[in-house]
Structures are given as structure tokens and as C-alpha cells.
């Protein structure tokens, strides 16, 4: 089967990362929502791309070998376009940590 379109089966540490991915695009909108009105073409097209980004966030961690059940693979880099988008999850994901640490919502 070609590798773009492998199922992953998820460990419960896995189903806890999947979690936290979309709390954290969940908590994102949400913010977005105090400050851009959400009856908008443009906020619908934010949350449709926040949604194709956390799909690819939740893939890229399914992938990781201790988390992905079907299979061991090494784990690819994020290359080209993508990086922005990878720069933005990291940033994102230590922000839910920092709220989560301190209570901050």
C-alpha cells in the first residue's frame, strides 16, 4: 500500500496526543472567535484550514513509532511548504502546555 494512505492505530498515548491536538485547535478557534466575527467567508475559511491542520498534525504524530501501533517507520522530516505550518504547531502545542501548567485559559 502506498504510504500516504496507511492507516495508523493509535496506543492510548497516542489517543491522549490526538486529544491534545484538537483541544488545542478547539481552544484556538474559540480565541479567534472573542476577536473576528465567525458568520464571515474568512473565518469559515480559517477554520477549514485549521481543520486541514490539525488533520496533518494528528498524522504526523500517529506516525511516530511508540505511538503508531501498525508499524515501526523512522520519522520523516517536515520539508517545504510545510514548515511554516510545523513552526506554528510547536509554538501552538507549548502554548496549550503553558496554559495548561499554569491554568490559564
Do not use: W, Y
Request: proline share 5%.
Amino acid at each position: 500500500m502506498d504510504p500516504l494512505f496507511e492507516v495508523h492505530r493509535l496506543n492510548q498515548r497516542g489517543m491522549a496526543n490526538a486529544n491534545l491536538i484538537a483541544d488545542s485547535f478547539s481552544a484556538l478557534v474559540e480565541k479567534l472567535k472573542s476577536i473576528c466575527p465567525d458568520n464571515t467567508r474568512e473565518f469559515s475559511i480559517v477554520k477549514t484550514k485549521l481543520e486541514e491542520a490539525a488533520f496533518f498534525a494528528k498524522k504526523a504524530m500517529a506516525k511516530q513509532p511508540a505511538i503508531d501501533l501498525s508499524k515501526i517507520r523512522n520519522i520523516g522530516v517536515i520539508r517545504g511548504p510545510f514548515k511554516p505550518m510545523r513552526e506554528f504547531l510547536i509554538h501552538l502545542f507549548q502554548l496549550s502546555l503553558c496554559e495548561s501548567s499554569f491554568g490559564v485559559s
